[in-house]
């Protein structure tokens, strides 16, 4: 039985709020970016030390597919004690995980029942259909301890599913083949339609939180897995995140905000999954065709690709494993792949790959669950001999995303 009980750390964290988070590294990963381009390395740091020792010298000069194994078989089997501070994001990592052996082509080394019995039991049900119509969401949780029994009287007084939860149990459904059908999808998208907003954006959870276009992009994708977009008002959705679009060519988390590698990935992937922006839409037809000022944006993406190979995900910042996924399957939804330096990507993420498998946010840390699962989104969409497909709007396995 895999156990996930023990679990998380800082990895996907920061911005984890309720149970739950697709983390785009915004408000305290930020700062800890801001701090660490600050520090002058000390290679006589302990912890660099310690950190060194997890990478070779210089680094291996191929994907390393058996010890990426081994890391998440470790991984499945049981989690470090340094993962307990994320035990609210359990699903969250669960999917990365189960979605990285999928990419890693080890899906046999799942317990698909188990798994699918596991993440079955994190989904909220109303009492009755009269509850529907209180305006709470009833999807997924992102752990146990996020998740509320119901009283006597069978009413579920605690809802706290979320959105990104809902997403990657999703994920983690599609990719060990699991029926989506059998699953109240019907429920589940009538009460996501309580979250979405005036203005188009999303709420994680009927209780409030953060309103950007992470959670536009959770509940198109939603929509996408379950087959039914009766969960969200397409067109105002659509006018949310054209709102998002910089005057630079990337899109902020929020109108008026700085343009950022995750913010830009939503956007433009929730177009592709609500079919307003389709494969020969963009640079094909030029950008008089497009709803979206696509030149500006494609601008914007290369220039995030940075001197050492790597991309930032914001301007004048660090280059970081995660954005070579967010920023490049963007370029990939663009049809403009081929104008990434694939050489130097694949060099600079070699540069962040353990030894004991998994990959590090930047060259020479430690890695962790989150850049490990980018990681191999990377190297999938840089087609690394081996590895399963990517399917770029929805982040996950092509045959998965396809349903097989
Ligand atoms: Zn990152």
């Keep these: 039985m895999t156990d996930l009980s023990h ?28 701090d660490y381009d600050d520090d002058e390395e000390d290679d006589t740091s302990p912890e660099l ?70 993440v079955l039991s994190f989904q909220a049900l109303p009492s009755n259909r009269a509850a ?6 009833y999807g997924f949780y992102g ?53 979405q907003q005036d ?23 939603i929509c996408d897995m379950l087959g039914d977009w009766g969960g969200m008002d397409k067109e105002k959705a659509k006018n949310y995140i054209l709102n998002c679009q910089s005057y630079d060519g990337g899109f902020g988390l929020i109108p008026g905000s700085e ?27 030029g950008s008089g065709h497009s709803i979206i000022d696509s030149s500006l944006l494609l601008n914007w993406c290369l220039q995030r690709q940075a001197s050492d190979g790597g991309f930032q995900g914001r301007t004048n910042k660090r280059s970081d494993t995660c954005y070579a996924f967010w920023i490049g399957a ?5 049809g403009a792949d081929a104008l990434i330096d694939k050489v130097a990507l694949r060099q600079f993420l070699l540069t962040c790959q353990s ?19 980018y990681g191999y989104t990377a190297f999938s969409l840089l087609e690394e001999p081996g590895l399963s497909p990517l399917c770029p709007e929805l982040g996950l396995p092509l045959l998965a995303a396809s349903g097989i």
């Design 132 to 137: 529907l119509k209180k305006g709470e969401f």
């Design 355 to 373: 030894k004991y498998g998994g990959f590090s946010k930047f060259p020479r840390a430690l890695p962790d669950l989150y850049h490990s699962y």
């Design 330 to 334: 963007v370029l990939k939804l663009l």
């Design 49 to 118: 030390t310690t950190a060194q020792s997890f990478f070779w010298p210089p680094s291996s000069a191929n994907f390393e597919k058996d010890r990426h194994l081994v890391y998440l078989q470790m991984m499945y089997e049981l989690l470090p004690d340094h993962y307990q501070s994320q035990e609210i994001n359990r699903l969250t990592l669960a999917h990365f995980i189960i979605s990285g052996l999928h990419f890693i082509r080890a899906r046999d080394r799942i317990d698909k029942d188990v798994i699918a019995n596991w």
């Design 199 to 221: 203005d188009g954006s999303f709420m994680p959870i009927h209780t409030g939180g953060e309103m950007d276009l992470r959670f536009v992009y959770c509940a198109a994708a």
């Design 259 to 285: 343009s950022h590698g995750g913010g830009t990935y939503c956007a433009i992937a929730s177009l592709r999954l609500m079919g307003f922006i389709g494969d020969d839409d963009l640079l094909s037809n």
């Design 7 to 34: 679990t998380e750390e800082e990895a996907m964290s920061e911005t984890a709020e309720h149970g739950g988070t697709i983390d785009l590294e915004r408000s305290k990963a930020e700062d800890e970016e801001d």
């Design 143 to 195: 752990s146990r301890s996020s998740q509320f029994p119901v009283d006597e009287d069978r009413v579920l007084t605690h809802n706290n599913s979320h959105l990104a939860s809902t997403y990657c149990a999703l994920a983690i459904l599609k990719v060990i083949g699991h029926d989506l059908s059998t699953i109240d999808s019907e429920t589940l998208l009538l009460s996501m339609k309580n979250l």
